[in-house]
């Protein structure tokens, strides 16, 4: 089956260290999405590419980091400068135009030990 | 910039009741629009969509009619059932970025 695969589900950092989430998707899509879910709020844009080898900032990208070296691939970093990393992150991939739906990974919880 | 305002919750009825959640959005041209659900501990799942006024997108006994008159894009259901408790986002796409822009979504609860 076509889908995104997020991992891992649960990650904890110490302070001061960059990690890696991870996002692969097998469905051929050009556009690849970051969003940051925060409880009870809705989700809002790190990053987002429209094609490999390109991406752009989204809403609330300081503190993080990203590439897209492979279609199917868009791994997220989040670095020390983020202050307030704890939350639900979410990666989604669609095949471009705005008209689109936006498919959705599981997620990863991100917290701080 | 573009932005989606959905009703507070959450939202408590019974089985077979009625539901409305209310969504509306502000937008500069003509975005395109969905809502998603989320089940606890997941991803988001694509209910339904609506592509241009007057459209209506249906799905699982769910309808929403884009109204460009209202800037609205109302979520219903005729007879809720428990399975449908869930969280209900209410989104448009940027047609800059193609990004979507959520509204802060509504907790729906649903009792037998």
Redesign the interface.
């Known amino acids: 089956d076509g889908g995104?695969t997020?991992s891992p589900k649960y990650l904890f950092r110490k302070e001061g260290q960059n990690v890696t989430l991870s996002c692969e998707q097998n469905l051929n899509h050009d556009?690849m999405?970051w969003?940051r879910q925060d409880p009870?709020?809705?989700?809002?844009?790190i990053y987002?590419s429209?094609i490999v080898n390109d991406f752009?900032k989204?809403d609330i990208a300081e503190g993080y980091s990203v590439s897209r070296e492979k279609k199917e691939s868009f791994p997220l970093t989040v670095t020390s400068a983020q202050k307030n990393p704890t939350a639900f992150y979410?990666c989604?991939s669609?095949m471009?135009?705005?008209?689109q739906?936006?498919?959705?990974?599981?997620?990863t919880r991100l917290s701080i030990l | 910039g573009d932005s989606v305002t959905q009703m507070e919750g959450p939202v408590t009825l019974s089985e077979e009741a009625f539901l409305t959640i209310n969504c509306t959005y502000t937008a500069t041209g003509y975005p395109s629009l969905f809502w998603y659900v989320q089940y606890p501990g997941e991803g988001l799942q694509l209910l339904l969509k609506a592509t241009k006024a007057d459209d209506k997108g249906s799905n699982k006994g769910f309808e929403a009619t884009y109204r460009k008159e209202t800037t609205s894009f109302h979520l219903e259901k005729g007879s809720v059932q428990v399975s449908d408790s869930a969280v209900y986002f209410c989104a448009l796409t940027d047609t800059g970025r193609r990004a979507l822009t959520f509204g802060s979504g509504t907790r729906l609860q649903v009792q037998p």
């Open positions: 995104i997020q556009a999405y969003y009870g709020q809705g989700l809002r844009l987002y429209q752009q989204g979410l989604a669609s471009g135009p705005e008209n739906p936006q498919h959705f990974g599981d997620g």
